[in-house]
């Protein structure tokens, strides 16, 4: 499996959160190879915004992007999704419609960008492990580039995800059990040599799920004063945090929104950290819940969610199976479909709103026809 072509020079500057060393100078580590630590990139996330240019998608910021500037764009069209008002309790809340994307998920934002870098580093085959969402992804990017690509999902991942994927191409390999246990098998793998084109690990997401922020105060004119969105691993949190921060250094914006994270009952750690600390994790277990794609007991980037939820002075909200099905219906009815991890996004808001100004803004993450 090749890795990167020797002497090129590196199209991601990332560095050790654990303990500080940069990424080495060969081969496509997913963590540090020193301490196992996880990568982060070494300069912020910029707000540049070029031209429109038909087919580049969120291409338009990558010179903002911490990212060589050099490399080919592999797009598909991502982004400019719509922001739709809802009338919630005689207030209109915005959503943003990101199951718009080309593979029907927020998740296109950041395949495009990780792809796009691995591309330029002589990727030609790799591995990535998803519930549907990222690994559909990951595949239809993939093909793109004319990468190789396996990936490897739990069982009771959705049909029409899993026959997404293979749509695009990739392998598609099942494995038994918690959505831990598909996350153990591609480890292994990667040990083994394969490169892993983590969304979890590799930090190149969160250049793309910046642009939805890019895009909200684009279409407001505006930061809003919270933005709430599902939270399994965080990415999408995460990402949309450094896009307001990176509007704020740029002079577009003079106040973060709050970000307030949605999870299942049925398995939130972040949910139960936040409010009551470590002792927290003795509330929740990895249990089974419609909302598949935040199922994540032990996301690697909890920290620093947690740390940008406090300091955005937001919170995090845990929601019922029985909403999650309620929510999805009542979207359904705004005309607004979506599988069951974005409608969340609906019974929190009843939670929420009344302690927001407007605007506020939900984030709908994935299309209803990626679902059963």
Same mark, same amino acid.
């Given at each position: ?18 303990? &500080? ?16 630590? $996880? ?5 912020? $996330?910029? +707000?540049? !915004? ?10 338009? +910021?990558?010179? &903002? ?7 080919? %764009? ?53 591995i990535e ?12 990017y993939a ?72 895009? $909200? ?23 949309? +945090? ?14 973060? !929104?709050?970000? $307030? ?9 972040? %949910? ?64 607004? +479909? ?7 996004? %609906? ?9 927001? !100004?407007?605007?506020v803004v ?11």
């Amino acid at each position: 499996m090749m890795a990167a072509q020797s002497g090129e020079i590196r199209a991601f500057p990332l560095k050790c959160q654990n303990c &500080g060393r940069p990424y080495p100078a060969s081969g496509i580590p997913y963590r540090c190879p020193h301490c196992g630590g $996880i990568y982060d990139f070494e300069n912020s $996330i910029e +707000y540049q !915004p070029g031209p429109q240019k038909p087919g580049e998608g969120i291409g338009r +910021y990558r010179s &903002g992007f911490p990212l060589s500037t050099g490399q080919v %764009w592999h797009s598909l069209g991502e982004g400019d999704t719509a922001l739709v008002p809802v009338k919630v309790d005689d207030r209109s809340v915005f959503f943003k419609c990101e199951f718009q994307n080309p593979t029907g998920s927020f998740k296109d934002r950041g395949a495009a960008v990780l792809v796009s870098a691995l591309a330029a580093q002589g990727v030609t085959e790799a591995i990535e492990d998803s519930s549907g969402n990222a690994g559909a992804a990951f595949a239809a990017y993939a093909g793109r580039a004319g990468m190789k690509a396996r990936v490897f999902v739990p069982d009771y991942a959705s049909g029409p995800k899993r026959r997404q994927i293979e749509s695009y191409g990739a392998e598609v390999i099942r494995i038994l059990g918690p959505r831990s246990a598909t996350t153990e098998r591609t480890l292994v793998e990667a040990e083994r040599g394969a490169v892993y084109a983590s969304h979890a690990y590799l930090p190149h997401v969160l250049a793309g799920f910046a642009t939805v922020a890019f895009e $909200i105060f684009e279409q407001l004119g505006k930061a809003p004063s919270a933005v709430v969105l599902p939270v399994g691993q965080g990415t999408l949190l995460l990402g949309v +945090y450094r896009g307001f921060k990176a509007l704020e250094r740029a002079g577009m914006i003079n106040r973060l !929104p709050q970000m $307030i994270g949605v999870q299942a009952r049925a398995c939130a750690p972040l %949910w139960s950290v936040f409010h009551g600390g470590a002792a927290g994790l003795t509330w929740i277990s990895e249990g089974e819940t419609q909302a598949e794609g935040i199922r994540i007991m032990q996301p690697l980037r909890g920290d620093a969610v947690l740390r940008v939820v406090e300091d955005s002075a937001g919170t995090m909200v845990v929601v019922e199976e029985q909403e999650i099905s309620q929510g999805r219906d009542d979207l359904g009815c705004q005309g607004l +479909y979506v599988e069951p991890t974005s409608a969340v996004v %609906w019974p929190a808001i009843q939670q929420v709103l009344a302690d927001r !100004p407007d605007p506020v803004v939900a984030i709908l993450t994935g299309s209803g026809l990626k679902s059963n």
